[in-house]
């Protein structure tokens, strides 16, 4: 019996040597051929110097880009995965940033993302993440619901899905009926994860909070189709926290040092005109609910809103409402 194993390791070498190479070494982890041999023991295998050479040849015209130094001594190291560090560490940040996500959830993607990298490299990336005590959704409906809403927008049918708050005990409290929705995109605000699509309750095109969502449903039922004039970029830029409400276009004063909050929150094609030494002016399309009043509350008196006065009145009566609970 353990010949035939023994056998079977050997004629497998080449995928545990793939596997250390991509696993436990790196630019700064180097191998030696000692070092690789004792290595390929753990898994039953023994195998001579010339052999271990012809193999990592083999593996070099496979296409791994397998470096090593000159010399007596030479090391040998993976030059990279597939992913750079960097960029394992930019995708574990996301995942931890992620509110939809649950904290099981994000912890079980960090250690699949860990597994992309070397050992040695997925130490950093452990280093680095924190998901304990960060806000995160309680759903764990959410891979499903998202996998029902993708299918959904490439087949082109509606989809209907229950809808919940949190009451005053932190309980959820679904909504009366279900909502049927024409879906036509998925996107990510601050966080969180909506599905963008025409709602017809409200004859206009709105947005839900998937990690608000209970079971999702395709219907074998067509989509209301999109709208040709429909810019998911514009409807992201005119939408604070994702609110829905009627798109209104507000003229503001700031102040020249504001330029790049502006700039962050509606891109560089905003339209912007000086006005006078240290100011200018903005048109822009928004929803003028709490949520731009709240971002534009936040620059105190270094912004105005210009027109029109309906929601320049708006404005008014919040910070009045405000003054007056406190």
């Given at each position: 019996?353990?010949?035939?194993?023994?056998?079977?390791?050997?004629?497998?070498?080449?995928?545990?040597?793939?596997?250390?190479?991509?696993?436990?070494?790196?630019?700064?982890?180097?191998?030696?051929?000692?070092?690789?041999?004792?290595?390929?023991?753990?898994y039953?295998?023994?195998?001579?110097?010339?052999?271990?050479y012809?193999?990592?040849?083999?593996?070099?015209?496979?296409?791994?880009?397998?470096?090593?130094?000159?010399?007596?001594?030479?090391?040998?190291?993976?030059?990279?995965?597939?992913?750079e560090?960097?960029?394992?560490?930019?995708?574990?940040?996301?995942?931890?940033?992620?509110?939809?996500?649950?904290?099981?959830?994000?912890?079980?993607?960090?250690?699949?993302?860990?597994?992309?990298?070397?050992?040695?490299?997925?130490?950093?990336?452990?280093?680095?993440?924190?998901?304990?005590?960060?806000?995160?959704?309680d759903?764990?409906?959410?891979?499903?619901?998202?996998?029902?809403?993708?299918?959904?927008?490439?087949?082109?049918?509606?989809?209907?899905?229950?809808?919940?708050?949190?009451?005053?005990?932190?309980?959820?409290?679904?909504?009366?009926?279900?909502?049927?929705?024409?879906?036509?995109?998925?996107?990510?605000?601050?966080?969180?994860?909506?599905?963008?699509?025409?709602?017809?309750?409200?004859?206009?095109?709105?947005?839900?909070?998937?990690?608000?969502?209970?079971?999702?449903?395709?219907?074998n039922?067509?989509?209301?189709?999109?709208?040709?004039?429909?810019?998911?970029?514009?409807?992201?830029?005119?939408?604070?926290?994702?609110?829905?409400?009627?798109?209104?276009?507000?003229?503001?004063?700031?102040?020249?040092?504001?330029?790049?909050?502006?700039?962050?929150?509606?891109?560089?094609?905003?339209?912007?005109?000086p006005?006078?030494?240290?100011?200018?002016?903005?048109?822009?399309?928004?929803?003028?609910?709490?949520?731009?009043?709240?971002?534009?509350?936040?620059?105190?008196?270094?912004?105005?809103?210009?027109?029109?006065?309906?929601?320049?009145?708006?404005?008014?009566?919040?910070?009045?409402?405000?003054?007056?609970?406190?």
């Amino acid at each position: 019996m353990a010949e035939r194993t023994t056998g079977t390791s050997q004629r497998l070498r080449l995928i545990y040597l793939q596997e250390i190479f991509k696993k436990e070494s790196d630019a700064e982890h180097r191998l030696s051929l000692a070092e690789i041999t004792k290595k390929l023991e753990r898994y039953g295998i023994s195998i001579k110097r010339k052999a271990l050479y012809e193999d990592i040849n083999s593996l070099i015209l496979y296409g791994m880009n397998i470096n090593s130094t000159k010399g007596k001594y030479a090391k040998y190291w993976l030059e990279d995965n597939e992913f750079e560090l960097a960029e394992l560490k930019l995708l574990a940040d996301s995942v931890c940033s992620a509110k939809f996500l649950t904290q099981q959830t994000s912890e079980q993607l960090l250690k699949k993302i860990e597994g992309l990298a070397s050992v040695h490299q997925a130490k950093q990336i452990q280093r680095q993440v924190y998901v304990t005590n960060r806000v995160k959704s309680d759903n764990e409906m959410i891979y499903k619901n998202v996998d029902v809403l993708h299918e959904a927008i490439k087949h082109g049918n509606k989809v209907s899905f229950s809808y919940f708050d949190y009451d005053i005990n932190m309980d959820k409290k679904f909504r009366e009926g279900a909502r049927v929705c024409s879906p036509y995109a998925l996107t990510w605000d601050n966080g969180n994860y909506y599905l963008v699509g025409y709602y017809e309750k409200y004859n206009d095109i709105t947005s839900f909070r998937v990690d608000r969502m209970g079971s999702a449903f395709e219907l074998n039922e067509p989509c209301v189709e999109k709208p040709s004039d429909f810019d998911m970029g514009k409807f992201s830029k005119s939408t604070f926290s994702m609110f829905n409400g009627e798109r209104v276009k507000v003229r503001m004063r700031f102040e020249e040092k504001l330029m790049n909050s502006v700039i962050d929150r509606f891109g560089k094609d905003v339209h912007s005109r000086p006005d006078g030494e240290n100011h200018f002016v903005v048109s822009v399309d928004v929803k003028p609910q709490p949520p731009f009043f709240a971002w534009l509350f936040q620059f105190g008196g270094s912004v105005e809103i210009l027109s029109p006065k309906s929601v320049k009145d708006m404005y008014v009566d919040l910070l009045k409402k405000t003054l007056e609970c406190q």
